[in-house]
């Protein structure tokens, strides 16, 4: 279930033939503030951000983001992302891809 001030939509995950944790999809983040995991999750997250602009944390890292940028979250890493407030939201699309 996505964190509140994010709706997501996946499109890729078991259902849709995807194994070994492999899955990707839309999420729109309304909220200003971060929302992170402390412990991360035990598989790699990549992301692209479609729309909007904000703010993307990933372990100790800050950067400002927008349309066309790119950053991964390693396996176990705390990471979050935040909108700016001058938008309405930040769209990224993001992947999870299982580790072997």
Same mark, same amino acid.
Do not use: N
């Given at each position: 279930?996505a964190a509140p001030g994010t709706t997501?939509? $996946?499109? +890729?995950? *078991? ?17 200003t503030e971060y929302r992170i995991a ?11 951000? +479609? *729309? ?8 100790? *890292?800050?950067? $400002?983001?927008?349309?066309?940028d790119c950053f991964v979250a390693p ?13 309405? $939201? +930040? $769209? ?9």
């Open positions: 279930a997501s939509f $996946r499109m +890729l995950g *078991e259902g849709q033939g995807c194994v070994y944790g492999c899955s990707s999809g839309v999420a729109d983040y309304t909220s402390p412990q991360g999750h035990p598989d790699q997250e990549g992301f692209v951000v +479609l *729309e909007g602009v904000g703010w993307a944390k990933v372990g100790d *890292e800050e950067q $400002r983001v927008g349309p066309g396996a176990h890493a705390p990471h979050g992302v935040r909108r700016d407030p001058a938008v309405p $939201r +930040l $769209r990224v699309c993001w992947f999870h891809g299982a580790i072997a």
